[in-house]
């Protein structure tokens, strides 16, 4: 089968003919109908060797969907021919996280969670991808894979980090979305479903505002010099109660912190590598909270899949064949892609 192999730190990844994996135990072979690009595939391939514990090569391609192929002898709860999407985090499976299905923050992250399919396993860039039991499946129904498959990651992720600030948004309140992407296009719409905040997104680019304001933002605003006074205007001047950020450089971590009221919650969604100083006294207003969600849940990801199906939000995407993901992921890394990038094989 075609795959495309990530197959040297910092180089771009290699169209390959691999053997097409045959499902043993509990294993289950999902034929691939449509897998996402995310902004964290190029952190994977940029990485320098040893930052990332996976071992070369591997097929690349954490945001799956498909329709089950073949099961092991040993696999139960699904059917050839369901339809389903990829859960990414791969946790142990038996620790209390697992358990209570945050597999996103298994216990035994050093040697389990962090690897998954397109992350130091073979992922969904293929014809396709073997994921280790049912347990990582849930059922899509009809739902188009181009829609499904960016719901594991980009859906997912930005309705976890929407859920842990939730408890501090409603009516009256206002949100801050920087970087308004494959991720904060849906962290938009979900506020918008599931929050009643009103929401203000950022980014620097013009179609991005454009995208947000489709997405339902109630203003959008270019990065410039006084984007925090932009925002504080848009508030009466009080500052925002969350700021969700998928960028997460130094100069949006302190565009965050400079726009909260205090009370005020930042979820760190980007991984831009960026740096806030916490120091008291100090510049971060009183009660400030600060997290760093990292993907989400098992029963989120059913919600965020109920949550599309309702029509409550869709993705925005822009569909290439497999063949032509060199192309995708020149786009994507020049800040060209709107919405989610969505590989076809
Ligand atoms: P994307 O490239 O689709 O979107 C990023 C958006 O941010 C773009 O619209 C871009 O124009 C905008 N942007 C770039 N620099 C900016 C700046 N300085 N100020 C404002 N906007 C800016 O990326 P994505 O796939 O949505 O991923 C977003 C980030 O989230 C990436 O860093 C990715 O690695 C990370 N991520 C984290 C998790 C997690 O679990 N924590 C999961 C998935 C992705
Ligand atoms: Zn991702
Ligand atoms: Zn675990």
New binding site residues.
């Given amino acids: 089968m075609r795959a495309l192999r990530l197959t040297a730190w910092g180089a771009p990844p290699a169209p390959a003919e691999v053997e097409r994996p045959a499902p043993r135990g509990a294993e289950v072979l999902v034929r691939v109908e449509a897998t996402g690009l995310?902004?964290?595939d190029l952190?994977v391939m940029g990485a320098v060797p040893g930052a990332l514990p996976y071992r070369l090569p591997f097929t690349l391609g954490h945001e799956v969907a498909g329709r089950i192929a073949a099961l092991g002898s040993d696999a139960g709860g699904v059917r050839a021919g369901d339809r389903v999407v990829l859960y990414g985090p791969w946790g142990c499976g038996a620790c209390d996280r697992c358990a209570t299905g945050r597999d996103n923050y298994c216990d035994r992250r050093d040697t389990l969670a962090w690897h998954g399919a397109g992350l130091g396993r073979d992922g969904g860039m293929a014809e396709y991808v073997l994921v280790p039991s049912a347990r990582q499946l849930v059922p899509i129904d009809d739902l188009p894979a181009d829609q499904a498959a960016p719901l594991s990651?980009?859906g997912l992720?930005s309705y976890h980090a929407v859920a842990g600030v939730r408890h501090a948004l409603g009516k009256g309140t206002t949100t801050a979305v920087?970087?308004?992407?494959?991720?904060?296009h849906l962290a938009v719409q979900i506020l918008r479903a599931t929050t009643g905040s009103r929401v203000l997104a950022?980014?620097?680019?013009e179609d991005?505002l454009a995208l947000a304001d489709r997405s339902g933002a109630d203003f959008g605003t270019l990065?410039r010099a006084d984007t925090a006074g932009v925002l504080r205007a848009r508030t009466g001047g009080a500052g925002v109660d969350a700021v969700l950020d998928?960028?997460?450089?130094t100069?949006?971590l302190e565009l965050a912190a400079g726009v909260l009221r205090p009370g005020g919650e930042l979820a760190v969604?980007?991984?831009?590598g960026g740096r806030l100083t916490v120091s008291k006294p100090g510049v971060l207003p009183p009660g400030f909270k600060l997290s760093l969600?990292?993907?989400g849940t098992r029963p989120e990801l059913a919600e965020v899949v109920a949550l599309a199906r309702s029509g409550a939000i869709h993705v925005e995407t822009e569909r290439f064949p497999l063949s032509a993901a060199p192309e995708a992921i020149d786009r994507?890394r020049r800040?060209r892609?709107r919405g989610r990038a969505v590989l076809v094989p």
């Fill in positions: 995310c902004h964290s952190h990651d980009a992720t920087i970087g308004v992407g494959g991720l904060g950022v980014d620097v680019r991005a990065v998928f960028v997460g450089t100069q949006t969604v980007g991984s831009g969600p990292f993907w994507l800040g892609v």
